[in-house]
Nanobody, 115 residues
Framework: QVRFVESGGGLVQPGGSLRLSCAAS????????MAWYRQAPGKQRELVAA???????TYADSVKGRFTISRDNAKNTVHLQMNSVEREDTAVYYC?????????WGQGTQVTISS
């Protein structure tokens, strides 16, 4: 069992930057893939980015080149650096394993892109 706590969301203008953090309640050394997901109003939750324990990252086409996922296994944290944000990035952002474990969904952190 593990608990993920997301933080770092907020209100940002289009073109701005934001850094999200995810803290795990236990060691992440046994979690091969960690990922960020997001759910916009009226839409299904979707995968944004994933990273392997060795640091290999993959991204959704919609964020490729703008977002960067990273993980610090020693500190049990995963980050999502969001640059050049767009209104379409507005959503609640969650971290979880990949594939996600339903019981591990946290509260998420709200990201709102608006001028």
């Amino acid at each position: 069992q593990v608990r993920f706590v997301e933080s770092g969301g907020g209100l940002v203008q289009p073109g701005g930057s934001l850094r999200l953090s995810c803290a795990a309640s236990r060691s992440m050394f046994s979690i091969y893939y960690m990922a960020w997901y997001r759910q916009a109003p009226g839409k299904q939750r979707e995968l944004v980015a994933a990273i392997s324990i060795s640091g290999t990252a993959t991204y959704a086409d919609s964020v490729k080149g703008r977002f960067t996922i990273s993980r610090d296994n020693a500190k049990n944290t995963v980050h999502l650096q969001m640059n050049s944000v767009e209104r379409e990035d507005t959503a609640v952002y969650y971290c979880n394993e990949r594939p996600p474990v339903p019981a591990y969904w946290g509260q998420g952190t709200q990201v709102t892109i608006s001028s």
